[in-house]
């Protein structure tokens, strides 16, 4: 069993297949955790909650314990998980333990099952407010998913003010190191590490969506850990909007970490008899490094969060048409654009934005979401037909949440977008934020996108959010729902979305926010796959890739092969290196096509036909970091089959210096016994020599790269 009770200790012991979580009931019956790492050999080996730990009259009882789900009040004064004001304006929590169900318990830790346990606890001041605790154990990925659910039993209105999803802690006595994503437009996921200090290093965002500046995962290792060795603890944040992570290293080398919904600005009218639920908050334990962190998540996200009508289908081959034609799309250039995506094994073309409204810039057109007759003069439907018949999926662009005050949807309804009366609104790229908490905004949403693919063969959407939140007003509402918007826009993104799938399964969706400024675990349960920027410069793609790669799945990372010099930089790059480098995720083609030669056209036709061969290894195999980009003239990625039968490395050079043309490289998670064929050299290497004798690599120039496969042939 995975989760079992010990009575006499008053513990419950969760356990994955190499981890245990344990949490007791002190004496004071706080709910405490009391244990977090690799799984240990002895029940004895762990102790009861204790209480009975403190310093001084400034520190001791709560304020010193590590409490599961700490509540402002009392002798608590770290970051809390919960802060509430009752209607007789007491401000004070005193969360105890009350009950608790093993909801779900797998037979055998080594399964593919999910194990989960509730806990309750319960305000024992008698104001009738319970907070129920889930824990789900993904016993195969060593992963624990918390959320908590407040529930009001009183009788009036309480109003909740920060409500976190959970807190974890690590071991005492370790030098923390904080590794996590940093970013901004065109420059997402970059990975940083420092060491933390006593006090608080926050991460967060207050723009209304997750935000491309930080994104919502971490790892902590003790400053030693690297790709292969060493403890790290790791987890994500499954929330889309305002969230919030808070590492808070007490003066006692207590480091805890809280995570949720950020309580900037934000609080919940929590009416008698109704419930907020908090969004999950995973984390996983690892002794084998970050590759393995890593690995733990992609299986993970592969298997129980990814939506599940298209989570085992390989992503395919897709065609955009944003940087071929930008905001001139029309039937003649999508239509020759078509045929040559088709000629070179597409699958999927997609029109990006500019085919609706009066949308031929971005200072017009959104919110009118009916096909521009200028540039389509007969609807989408001869584009779409076309598109079929050659074979392809068709998609198409949305930005539903917004609106160009130059709308006919802005002249109809001024009072549809977040704003205070009386004050200007402020706009970011010509644009306004609509106001998704309001209903009938949700509706106009869900209405317009049920047309759309109601009256169109649409296999795909492409979701895009080109600007943050200013203004967050909403004037129809009541003064004490007024700071609850945040949360509902996010809400009904989730709910619109959740409702077009039910009603289009074989619809993908694709999260976008002017490039990787929507991506997290939240929408990934409701989107397939994300754009992880605007940047298509294949080399500057490497660095974000990788980041990318370390908390989400290559699987869900969609990389296209541009026109070269790319548009953002100038630089100019061969044409199978922004292959090699797009086809480390799910590939895909924005370059403009009509522009393209016989002889590149010919080299994408065999580069997409060799990647619909790897695509299984590289979407759902084992990503090893071999070098990393941020630190070596060579950077190079491993990718190994589920099976074993075959790896993958993609090797990329910057610029050779010195006459040095070649680099060994040691693989990694081969079978040291299996006997192994390199693409382009002869006779047979066994795994034992490709992982410690390594691998050389002959790269020259400035930016060669090299896509070598190695298959598993026979053993020793
Ligand atoms: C931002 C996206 O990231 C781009 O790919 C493109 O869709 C533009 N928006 C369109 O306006």
């Known amino acids: 069993m995975s989760i079992s009770y010990c009575k006499e200790k008053k513990l419950w012991i969760l356990e994955t297949k190499n981890t245990s979580y344990v949490i007791g009931v002190d004496e004071e019956n706080n709910l405490q955790n009391v244990y977090w790492g690799s799984k240990l050999p002895y029940i004895g080996d762990y102790s009861p909650a204790d209480i009975s730990k403190g310093h001084s009259s400034f520190d001791f009882r709560e304020g010193f314990a590590n409490l599961e789900f700490p509540a402002w009040g009392g002798l608590l004064y770290s970051e809390p998980c919960l802060k509430a004001t009752f209607s007789d304006n007491v401000r004070n929590l005193s969360l105890k333990y009350d009950d608790y169900e093993i909801v779900r318990n797998s037979e055998n830790v080594s399964d593919e099952s999910m194990s989960e346990l509730r806990i309750d606890l319960k305000d024992s001041l008698s104001y009738r407010l319970r907070v129920r605790l889930y824990f789900r154990i993904y016993e195969e990925f060593d992963i624990i998913e918390k959320y908590a659910e407040v529930i009001n039993e009183g009788e009036q209105p309480v109003t909740l003010e920060s409500i976190q999803s959970g807190a974890w802690y690590l071991p005492e006595g370790m030098d923390y190191r904080l590794t996590h994503l940093i970013g901004r437009w065109s420059g997402e996921t970059q990975l940083r590490q420092t060491f933390l200090t006593e006090g608080k290093k926050v991460m967060e965002s207050r723009r209304g969506t997750t935000s491309p500046h930080a994104n919502p995962w971490f790892a902590i290792d003790n400053g030693k850990a690297d790709e292969d060795y060493g403890s790290v603890w790791f987890g994500a944040?499954?929330?889309?909007?305002?969230?919030?992570?808070?590492?808070?290293?007490?003066?006692?080398?207590?480091?805890?970490?809280?995570?949720?919904?950020?309580?900037?600005?934000?609080?919940?009218?929590?009416?008698?008899?109704?419930?907020?639920?908090?969004?999950?908050?995973?984390?996983?334990?690892?002794?084998?490094?970050?590759?393995?962190?890593?690995?733990?998540?992609?299986?993970?996200?592969?298997?129980?969060?990814?939506?599940?009508?298209?989570?085992?289908?390989?992503?395919?081959?897709?065609?955009?048409?944003?940087?071929?034609?930008?905001?001139?799309?029309?039937?003649?250039?999508?239509?020759?654009?078509?045929?040559?995506?088709?000629?070179?094994?597409?699958?999927?073309?997609?029109?990006?934005?500019?085919?609706?409204?009066?949308?031929?810039?971005?200072?017009?057109?959104?919110?009118?979401?009916?096909?521009?007759?200028?540039?389509?003069?007969?609807?989408?439907?001869?584009?779409?037909?076309?598109?079929?018949?050659?074979?392809?999926?068709?998609?198409?662009?949305?930005?539903?949440?917004?609106?160009?005050?130059?709308?006919?949807?802005?002249?109809?309804?001024?009072?549809?977008?977040?704003?205070?009366?009386?004050?200007?609104?402020?706009?970011?790229?010509?644009?306004?934020?609509?106001?998704?908490?309001?209903?009938?905004?949700?509706?106009?949403?869900?209405?317009?996108?049920?047309?759309?693919?109601?009256?169109?063969?649409?296999?795909?959407?492409?979701?895009?959010?080109?600007?943050?939140?200013?203004?967050?007003?909403?004037?129809?509402?009541?003064?004490?729902?007024?700071?609850?918007?945040?949360?509902?826009?996010?809400?009904?993104?989730?709910?619109?979305?959740?409702?077009?799938?039910?009603?289009?399964?074989?619809?993908?969706?694709?999260?976008?926010?002017?490039?990787?400024?929507?991506?997290?675990?939240?929408?990934?349960?409701?989107?397939?796959?994300?754009?992880?920027?605007?940047?298509?410069?294949?080399?500057?793609?490497?660095?974000?890739?990788?980041?990318?790669?370390?908390?989400?799945?290559?699987?869900?990372?969609?990389?296209?092969?541009?026109?070269?010099?790319?548009?953002?930089?100038?630089?100019?790059?061969?044409?199978?290196?922004?292959?090699?480098?797009?086809?480390?995720?799910?590939?895909?083609?924005?370059?403009?096509?009509?522009?393209?030669?016989?002889?590149?056209?010919?080299?994408?036709?065999?580069?997409?036909?060799?990647?619909?061969?790897?695509?299984?290894?590289?979407?759902?195999?084992?990503?090893?970091?071999?070098?990393?980009?941020?630190?070596?003239?060579?950077?190079?990625?491993?990718?190994?089959?589920?099976?074993?039968?075959?790896?993958?490395?993609?090797?990329?050079?910057h610029s050779s210096q010195f006459g040095v043309g070649s680099k060994t490289l040691y693989l990694k998670g081969l079978e040291s016994k299996a006997l192994y064929k390199v693409e382009g050299s002869d006779g047979l290497t066994s795994g034992a020599a490709l992982m410690k004798k390594g691998l050389e690599v002959n790269l020259k120039g400035d930016f060669d790269s090299k896509l070598i496969r190695i298959k598993k042939v026979d053993y020793i």
């Open 237 to 653: 944040l499954a929330w889309s909007g305002n969230w919030k992570m808070v590492f808070e290293l007490s003066s006692f080398g207590q480091l805890k970490i809280t995570g949720g919904i950020n309580d900037f600005d934000f609080s919940w009218h929590l009416k008698p008899n109704c419930t907020f639920t908090t969004p999950v908050f995973t984390a996983g334990y690892t002794e084998n490094g970050f590759g393995s962190a890593s690995r733990l998540m992609h299986s993970y996200q592969l298997k129980h969060i990814l939506p599940k009508e298209h989570a085992s289908e390989f992503r395919k081959v897709i065609y955009n048409s944003w940087e071929a034609t930008y905001f001139n799309v029309n039937a003649e250039n999508q239509r020759s654009l078509a045929e040559k995506a088709a000629s070179i094994g597409v699958e999927v073309f997609v029109i990006d934005d500019g085919w609706f409204g009066e949308r031929n810039s971005d200072r017009a057109g959104l919110g009118d979401w009916f096909v521009n007759r200028n540039k389509f003069p007969d609807g989408l439907a001869p584009l779409i037909k076309t598109v079929n018949e050659l074979g392809m999926d068709f998609g198409i662009w949305v930005e539903p949440e917004m609106v160009n005050p130059d709308s006919k949807l802005y002249r109809e309804h001024p009072d549809w977008v977040y704003h205070f009366p009386g004050l200007p609104r402020t706009e970011a790229r010509n644009q306004l934020v609509l106001n998704l908490a309001r209903d009938d905004v949700k509706q106009y949403i869900y209405n317009f996108m049920d047309k759309l693919l109601g009256e169109n063969n649409i296999k795909f959407i492409k979701w895009d959010m080109n600007r943050h939140f200013t203004e967050p007003g909403w004037p129809e509402a009541a003064a004490e729902e007024q700071k609850e918007i945040w949360v509902r826009h996010t809400l009904s993104i989730y709910e619109i979305v959740e409702r077009l799938k039910a009603k289009y399964p074989s619809v993908v969706f694709e999260s976008c926010s002017g490039g990787g400024g929507r991506v997290d675990l939240g929408i990934l349960r409701r989107m397939d796959e994300f754009w992880p920027s605007d940047n298509t410069d294949a080399f500057d793609r490497l660095k974000i890739q990788e980041g990318f790669a370390y908390a989400y799945l290559p699987k869900a990372m969609v990389a296209w092969v541009t026109d070269s010099p790319n548009w953002l930089n100038g630089r100019k790059l061969p044409l199978t290196y922004r292959f090699h480098s797009a086809m480390m995720g799910t590939l895909g083609i924005g370059g403009n096509l009509n522009h393209w030669s016989e002889e590149e056209l010919k080299t994408a036709k065999e580069m997409i036909s060799l990647y619909k061969e790897i695509r299984p290894i590289v979407q759902e195999g084992n990503l090893y970091r071999l070098l990393s980009p941020r630190t070596n003239e060579v950077a190079a990625v491993e990718y190994t089959a589920k099976d074993g039968s075959e790896a993958l490395v993609f090797a990329f050079l």
